[in-house]
């Protein structure tokens, strides 16, 4: 059974994470708005993995017989000045959440809950990754500067890379 307190630090996550769902999906729109049609395909993908990163932390309260207590949802950035803009908000915004997972692991090596360690083992190595995304794409937008035609072809191989990653088996 999961202690009140890492029952309540987990629903905070299932917050935390509804948001960034709804923030990557603010992001998506504002690609539509520019027609650059595979950054929003990649930013709405990253909303539905964000959903189902909230859906985990449903599951294993539930699974550890606690109780799932929704909380509301502070509404995301709507406005944004480029794509960089974007990533580097992108970027802040999943260096805070490795600091929101790190603080709920630190809880449950304090309680000794080593379920719960096992279960946000899967959390610390995906935010790895999703830093090294939004860092690699802060680079390369850096890089792209405001050379319209090397936008369109990340616009490109974006959209191509997201379009074979569905494909993929889960
Ligand atoms: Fe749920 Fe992007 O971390």
């Not at 809880?107 to 809950?113: G, H």
Request: no cysteine; charged share 25%.
């Amino acid at each position: 059974m999961l202690s009140p307190t890492l029952q309540a630090a987990m629903n905070d996550q299932i917050t935390n994470e509804m948001f960034a769902s709804n923030q990557y999906l603010a992001m998506s729109a504002y690609f539509e708005d520019l027609s650059l049609p595979g950054f929003a395909q990649w930013m709405r993908m990253q909303a539905e993995e964000e959903r189902e990163h909230a859906m985990k932390f449903y599951d294993f309260i539930h699974d550890r017989a606690g109780q799932v207590r929704l909380q509301a949802i502070d509404p995301p950035l709507v406005e944004f000045v480029s794509p960089l803009d974007v990533f580097e908000k992108a970027l802040e915004h999943e260096q805070r959440v490795s600091g929101q997972i790190n603080t709920i692991y630190a809880l449950a090596v304090r309680e000794n809950d080593f379920a719960s360690q096992a279960f946000l083992n899967w959390f610390v190595t995906e935010q790895v990754e999703e830093e090294k995304n939004s860092q690699q794409l802060v680079d390369t937008l850096r890089m792209v500067g405001d050379r319209g035609d090397a936008l369109v072809m990340l616009d490109r191989e974006l959209g191509a890379r997201r379009a074979a990653q569905q494909m993929e088996p889960a």
